[in-house]
């Protein structure tokens, strides 16, 4: 089956992985979606792991308000570079981390890493995470949050 660029370019949608990494992934699964995809998955785990030793002692602190203001979250995101600390994909994920732990109320990092992402139900918070460091290329960690929720303790 020949792999067309419409096809490297829906499964590039689907799964934010690079163009080259997409069609790979496609002619290794022959052209089957639903196993290029879990192919993609793999490898984000894979390129994760590779890189969780690195230090990642960029990133920025990101808030979340809901509710009219009753819940409140801040986030602690951190990466190895100022350069992607600044890039917006990276702003977009912990601003949606910072939703996650308004909406879900986590009680730890560790407990929201295998979360349900709100997003996305078919991932878990960690597996969106490490899709993120195979396509952003470097190590990415939830260091610290707190959620603020009016008249909680």
């Known amino acids: 089956m020949a792999i067309t660029s419409a096809d ?3 499964l590039r949608e689907q799964t934010s992985a690079g163009i080259m990494a997409c069609k790979k992934a496609l002619e290794e699964a ?3 979606f639903n196993k290029a995809t879990a192919l993609l998955k793999e490898q984000g785990a894979v390129i ?3 890189k969780s ?3 990642a002692n960029q990133g920025l602190v990101e808030t979340y308000v809901h509710g ?3 819940i409140g979250v801040l986030v602690e995101v951190n990466c190895e570079t100022d350069f992607v600390a600044r890039n ?3 702003k977009d994920l912990a601003h949606d981390i910072a939703m996650q732990i308004s909406a879900m109320n986590p009680v730890s990092v560790d407990e929201l890493l295998e979360q349900d992402y709100i997003k996305d139900s078919s991932l878990k918070v960690k597996q969106l995470l490490e899709s993120k460091i195979a396509k952003l290329g470097e190590n990415i960690q939830i260091t610290r949050f707190t959620r603020y929720g009016l008249g909680q303790e």
């Open 8 to 10: 490297i370019q829906k």
């Open 30 to 32: 022959k052209g089957d």
């Open 48 to 50: 994760a792991a590779k």
């Open 53 to 55: 030793g690195r230090a």
């Open 68 to 70: 009219g203001g009753k």
């Open 88 to 90: 917006p994909e990276f």
